[in-house]
């Protein structure tokens, strides 16, 4: 059974500072997705990353996609109190190409 | 606005009683995805339809069933239901299922009391 592991799992921060999370797993995954999910509402896609070693930027938000294809992280510059959410990531599965969720990694910015 | 209309937006009932919540899938999409996500945890998958027909099935307990119909709108049957079913409750859609990202409701939430 594929698993992600996502760390931390609550993230408190200032605004202006960085961070970065992080979705590990043992097994490799065709493509890896993140997704942020504010209070109330349904997650939203914010990127997918297909290739070992894939960077993409998203504004203040920069993924990346690990070479062997089994973690990837996510890391926030000057995080701003708009960033808060919960942060999932979830990865298709190499096996039958369904998606595989990791726990989250639940974000609070403090102005 | 995902496109995905969930429907009610709340719901509250007593332990026993039987539910159904209903989802309109983004125009276009064929692929319909059921999670439930309880206070503050991640997302557990239920059950998946493709086009109508049963394509993958998670965590869905025997008390909870799920169609899609051939407008490809789906419904999900929560009966006999217990406090711990209380949650919230979304739908997804794709365009084909398997890896394609997904597109979010806005969620039911569901208190059984």
């Known amino acids: 059974t594929q698993l992600l592991e996502q760390s931390p799992q609550f993230l408190s921060i200032q605004e202006g500072e960085n961070l970065t999370v992080y979705c590990n797993s043992s097994s490799v995954f065709s493509s890896l997705q993140w997704y942020r999910q504010e209070p109330g509402e349904g997650p939203v896609l914010l990127v997918t990353?297909?290739?070992g070693g894939e960077v993409k930027k998203l504004k203040r938000l920069t993924f990346q996609f690990g070479d062997a294809r089994k973690d990837s992280s996510l890391h926030i510059t000057a995080a701003q109190p708009g960033d808060t959410g919960l942060y999932l990531c979830a990865g298709e599965a190499d096996s039958n190409y369904q998606l595989i969720w990791g726990a989250g990694t639940k974000l609070i910015i403090k102005p | 606005d995902s496109g995905v209309t969930q429907t009610p937006k709340h719901l509250i009932t007593a332990t026993g009683q039987r539910v159904t919540l209903r989802c309109s899938p983004r125009?276009?999409?064929?692929?319909v995805y059921w999670y439930q996500q309880s206070l503050d945890q991640g997302l557990q998958f239920l059950i998946q339809y493709y086009n109508g027909e049963e394509r993958a099935k998670g965590n869905i307990l025997e008390r909870f069933s799920a169609q899609q119909f051939p407008d490809l709108h789906s419904e999900l049957n929560l009966s006999s239901l217990e406090l711990g079913d209380s949650a919230l409750y979304f739908c997804?859609?794709?365009?084909?299922?398997?890896?394609?990202?997904?597109?979010f409701g806005n969620g039911t939430r569901l208190t059984v009391t």
């Open positions: 125009s276009g999409d064929l692929s």
């Open positions: 997804a859609s794709s365009v084909a299922g398997g890896g394609s990202p997904l597109h």
């Open positions: 990353v297909v290739t």
